[in-house]
């Protein structure tokens, strides 16, 4: 992963003197207190901060770490002195730019090597990462992948402002840190790389539930949601008709759009089941209920509006309109984990799920965009109107269903 260029100069270099046992105060430190920091940026912080205390040259740490997760190829924590620690993210196909081929990092990444550059001044030919750092005062750079046992080799570069540069002292120390930096910096990565995964496919609140240790098959919490569920009208007719690769495209545009709105308001999609979206809008506590049902409808109209226009583009290209229906119901639910003992999926289950379902259902047979429960109607602060009583497959008696005022 490429470095990002530091625009602003640097303060003044630090009167330097000579470091003598500061790795000693340093591992003692990344052993009891930097491993417990609330993040990396947090460690390289106190770690940086230490170093300065004991008169190490440093002006700039930088770390790049390849993770895993659907918008980011790579993720970078870089702490300057007096400007402290920030954090960027870079997308996928990062290796593929100028920003990366040929850089330190990429050179460092693939030798395994340590790289070194001293920059005053510096030498013809350079990368623009080493010109610009350069330009912003650094006199010395050190660039090191660093090796992990279950995660991508991170790279670590190191910059100082000192004239004359790094003293063979510092580049030997410097490089020894490294080694003890590692574990700390594998737990982390692993740590973000379990947050990510657990979020990305089970969603945020359910996610921090199983890492919290939400796991076990039966476990599972009684709570009153308010429930949605939609799904694309003729999806079955129109994935017949096109080709893998355009059914996909269709599945992702819906889905963003869906996930988007109900985001926006709260709500966290539970799951993708073929081209329906079922979701929660998890309610520990009564009062807040009323909110939760305003912003599922909400979510609803702006879904629907910006299908709307979606669909506009959609048909100018050629492609099928995406038209849908929302199902909204309330009403207590088991949230938690069902399935073999060593195959779970952590879902709601509950008779307001299968009504929520079935309203959805009952969206084509009305020609209907939005349909709710009556018990939803009772509590949501957004004006809906009745469309009558209907028969709900499953539900013995008819129910009055309400749609969109």
């Known amino acids: 992963m490429a470095e990002s260029a530091v625009t602003a100069r640097p303060p003044e270099p630090l009167a330097v003197p000579q470091a003598r046992g500061w790795i000693v105060a340093a591992v003692q430190w990344l052993a009891h207190d930097g491993r417990l920091r609330d993040d990396l940026g947090a460690t390289i912080t106190g770690l940086c901060e230490l170093m300065q205390e004991h008169g190490v040259p440093i002006w700039r740490f930088y770390i790049g770490l390849m993770t895993i997760h659907p918008q980011l190829r790579a993720q970078a924590v870089s702490w300057v002195r007096g ?52 330009d912003a005062g650094a006199t010395d750079y050190l660039c090191q992948a660093v090796q992990l046992r279950h995660a991508q080799a991170p790279v670590v570069s190191i910059s100082t402002d000192k004239p004359g540069g790094f003293s063979e002292s510092d580049v030997e120390q410097l490089v020894a840190l490294l080694d ?52 694309i009208r003729d999806y079955t007719r ?9 059914v996909l495209a269709m599945l992702n545009e819906y889905y963003e759009i869906v996930g988007t709105a109900l985001k926006r308001q709260g709500g966290e999609i539970l799951k993708f089941i073929g081209d329906g979206v079922m979701a929660i809008f998890p309610v520990v506590d009564a009062m807040f209920l009323s909110a939760a049902c305003g912003g599922a409808v909400d979510a609803a109209r702006e879904t629907i509006e910006c299908m709307a226009g979606r669909n506009i583009e959609r048909v100018a290209a050629g492609e099928p309109e995406i038209r849908f229906g929302v199902g909204l119901h309330v009403g207590p639910v088991t949230w938690g984990n069902v399935g073999t003992e060593d195959r779970l999926d952590f879902t709601v289950i509950g008779a307001a799920v299968n009504r929520c379902a079935r309203l959805e259902s009952l969206t084509k047979v009305l020609g209907a965009g939005v349909l709710t429960s009556a018990e939803f109607n009772a509590v949501c602060p957004r004006p809906l109107k009745s469309v009558g009583k209907h028969r709900l497959r499953g539900v013995p008696q008819a129910v009055e269903v309400f749609t969109l005022a």
């Not at 460092?108 to 030498?123: N, Q, S, W």
Request: glycine letters at 10%; zero cysteines; hydrophobic letters at 35%.
């Open 83 to 134: 400007q402290g620690v920030s954090e960027e993210g870079r997308r996928h196909g990062i290796e593929s730019t100028p920003q990366y081929i040929g850089s330190p990092v990429a050179e460092a990444r693939r030798t395994m090597k340590l790289i070194r550059h001293r920059l005053e001044p510096p030498e013809p030919g350079l990368h623009k990462t080493l010109t610009d750092l350069a």
């Open 180 to 231: 003890y930096l590692a574990p700390i910096v594998e737990s982390q990565v692993n740590a973000r790389v379990a947050t990510t995964v657990a979020e990305t496919y089970l969603g945020k609140l359910t996610g921090q539930r199983v890492l919290d240790g939400g796991i076990r098959r039966g476990d599972g919490q009684e709570i009153n949601a308010v429930l949605w569920f939609s799904d």
């Open 238 to 246: 129109i994935s017949e008709k096109l080709p893998p690769e355009r």
